[in-house]
């Protein structure tokens, strides 16, 4: 059974860095899709980013996020730099275990997997 597990949120000030875990069990890690996800109360999930053999992310983190994974700890990385209070959100990672993100990575729908979520607070 696949289990998808998230740490390393919490409170970070406006400008500072974050970096989120994903650590997967019950398959390895390496050669799967894993995206990240956040949602605010009242709205949907957002995608944020999505790894493969190639990176996708979303305009509003592109430049400031980098994605990354570390095959020998089955783990996907979320590096979060210059941290803005509209970052603000419970984290997700999540798979549908793809070997590729593919042009339709951020719809929520696509996925079977997910973390239980870790809550990251962007203020001062």
């Known amino acids: 059974q696949v289990q998808l597990v998230e740490s390393g949120g919490g409170l970070v000030q406006p400008g500072g860095s974050l970096r989120l875990s994903c650590t997967m069990s019950?398959?390895?890690?390496?050669?799967?899709?894993v995206a990240w996800f956040r949602q605010v109360p009242g709205k949907e999930r957002e995608g944020v980013a999505c790894d493969s053999n190639t990176h996708y992310y979303s305009p509003s983190v592109k430049d400031r996020f980098v994605i990354s994974r570390y095959i020998q700890k089955n783990t996907l990385y979320l590096e979060m730099n210059l941290l803005r209070p509209e970052d603000s959100a419970v984290y997700y990672c999540?798979?549908?275990?793809?070997?590729?993100?593919?042009?339709?990575?951020?719809?929520?729908?696509?996925?079977?997997?997910w973390g239980q979520g870790t809550q990251v607070t962007v203020s001062s």
């Open positions: 999540a798979t549908d275990l793809r070997e590729s993100c593919r042009l339709d990575w951020a719809k929520e729908v696509r996925y079977e997997y």
């Open positions: 019950g398959l390895p890690l390496n050669g799967y899709a």
